[in-house]
């Protein structure tokens, strides 16, 4: 009985001392593991238009190389705020990101009592690319390069009236920034959209607009609008022979749309590179950068540390027009 006793022990004991074995050989594994199921992008906005445009560019090219689906998710309203908490409050596995737009620098200081903190409570994985805005005219405004618009402005204050998509939204900024930097007055006539704000502006209701390159591009090459020059730091792929405002006599003025991808505060570590990794490897993907640049969007790729500076700059200079301009949400 005792032999049978001890047997049974150190049975046992090898049983124990086995699993613990395999279960420190598959634990290295399962760190590797990721991603082991579907990943959900939020985006923040409705399906269609850019931003959509951009997410599922990415989501293919994130499929193809992680080999698991890379769903998107689109959640709109409250001008980003309810597909961006959502993110926020997910859980910090990998498993839900948020592809981040200029909106969220802008909303961090035009909306204070936001229920999220884009500096606190989301890590950022890196960003993707950017559209410059389009100054854009109407062929009936006198002008035909920056300088002489400005001196319209200064000239005739009451004369040019600019469109926006909306109140606080990035093409009124955009006008408000470069209303301040030229030392100019115009009138601001808000729409519900950059559709009805194109559409004013062809018709002649209104003067001028800061607008994405994709929603006026097609307008520049017919003749309905006139491009006098790109908001980027540098001359747009969709544009190449319009100079920058700051080739044109506003130096250090910039605006564009830009989206980076984001997860919610305490993702691991590996899994911020492992996607960065990913995301980086976009350069060789001339399928994903074809799909954007023919539709004026600029590859813009940056390591997580640069599109968190990056996206504190950007917080600041906002919040540095909003506060000049007496902006307000609606």
């Given at each position: 009985?005792r032999?049978t006793?001890?047997?049974t022990?150190?049975?046992?004991?090898?049983?124990?001392?086995?699993?613990?074995?395999?279960?420190s050989?598959?634990?290295?594994l399962?760190?590797?593991?990721?991603?082991?199921?579907?990943?959900?992008?939020?985006?923040?906005?409705p399906p269609?238009?850019t931003?959509?445009?951009?997410?599922?560019?990415?989501?293919?090219?994130m499929?193809?190389e992680?080999?698991q689906?890379?769903v998107?998710?689109?959640?709109?309203?409250?001008?980003?705020?309810?597909?961006?908490?959502?993110?926020m409050?997910?859980p910090?596995?990998?498993?839900?990101?948020l592809?981040?737009?200029?909106?969220?620098?802008?909303?961090a200081?035009?909306m204070?009592?936001l229920a999220?903190?884009?500096?606190?409570?989301?890590?950022?994985i890196g960003?993707?690319?950017?559209?410059?805005?389009?100054?854009?005219?109407h062929?009936?405004v006198?002008?035909?390069s920056?300088?002489?618009?400005?001196?319209?402005g200064r000239q005739?204050?009451d004369?040019?009236?600019?469109?926006s998509?909306?109140?606080?939204?990035?093409?009124?900024?955009?006008?408000?920034?470069?209303?301040?930097?030229?030392e100019v007055?115009?009138?601001?006539?808000?729409?519900r959209?950059?559709p009805q704000?194109?559409?004013?502006l062809?018709?002649?209701?209104?003067?001028?607009?800061f607008s994405?390159?994709?929603?006026?591009?097609s307008?520049?090459?017919s003749?309905?609008?006139?491009a006098?020059?790109?908001?980027?730091?540098?001359r747009?792929?969709?544009?190449?022979?319009?100079?920058?405002v700051?080739?044109?006599?506003l130096p250090?003025?910039e605006?564009?749309?830009?989206?980076?991808l984001?997860a919610?505060?305490?993702?691991?570590?590996d899994?911020?590179?492992?996607l960065?990794?990913e995301?980086?490897?976009?350069?060789?993907?001339?399928k994903?950068?074809?799909?954007?640049?023919t539709?004026?969007i600029?590859?813009?790729f940056?390591?997580?540390?640069?599109m968190?500076?990056?996206m504190q700059?950007?917080?600041?200079?906002?919040?540095q027009?909003?506060?000049?301009?007496?902006?307000?949400?609606?």
């Amino acid at each position: 009985m005792r032999r049978t006793e001890t047997m049974t022990k150190r049975r046992g004991l090898l049983g124990s001392m086995v699993a613990a074995w395999g279960l420190s050989l598959t634990m290295p594994l399962r760190a590797q593991a990721y991603p082991a199921r579907p990943i959900k992008l939020i985006v923040p906005y409705p399906p269609g238009g850019t931003t959509d445009l951009v997410a599922r560019a990415f989501a293919e090219h994130m499929t193809r190389e992680l080999g698991q689906p890379f769903v998107v998710d689109n959640r709109p309203g409250a001008a980003t705020n309810i597909g961006t908490e959502a993110a926020m409050r997910s859980p910090p596995d990998g498993y839900t990101l948020l592809l981040a737009t200029v909106a969220n620098a802008i909303n961090a200081s035009l909306m204070p009592n936001l229920a999220f903190d884009m500096s606190k409570d989301f890590a950022s994985i890196g960003l993707i690319a950017s559209v410059p805005n389009l100054l854009v005219i109407h062929p009936s405004v006198p002008a035909r390069s920056v300088k002489e618009l400005i001196a319209i402005g200064r000239q005739a204050p009451d004369r040019l009236m600019f469109a926006s998509s909306g109140n606080g939204t990035g093409s009124h900024l955009a006008a408000e920034l470069f209303k301040s930097m030229a030392e100019v007055k115009m009138t601001h006539v808000p729409y519900r959209g950059s559709p009805q704000a194109v559409t004013d502006l062809m018709a002649g209701r209104v003067s001028m607009l800061f607008s994405p390159t994709s929603s006026v591009l097609s307008h520049i090459k017919s003749g309905s609008l006139v491009a006098l020059a790109s908001t980027g730091a540098h001359r747009t792929s969709a544009a190449p022979e319009l100079p920058t405002v700051a080739e044109s006599g506003l130096p250090g003025y910039e605006t564009s749309v830009w989206f980076g991808l984001m997860a919610p505060k305490g993702t691991p570590k590996d899994v911020i590179d492992r996607l960065n990794r990913e995301l980086i490897k976009l350069n060789a993907d001339e399928k994903f950068k074809q799909q954007l640049t023919t539709q004026g969007i600029d590859i813009k790729f940056s390591s997580p540390e640069q599109m968190t500076e990056y996206m504190q700059s950007e917080i600041v200079k906002w919040s540095q027009v909003i506060k000049s301009a007496g902006v307000k949400a609606d």
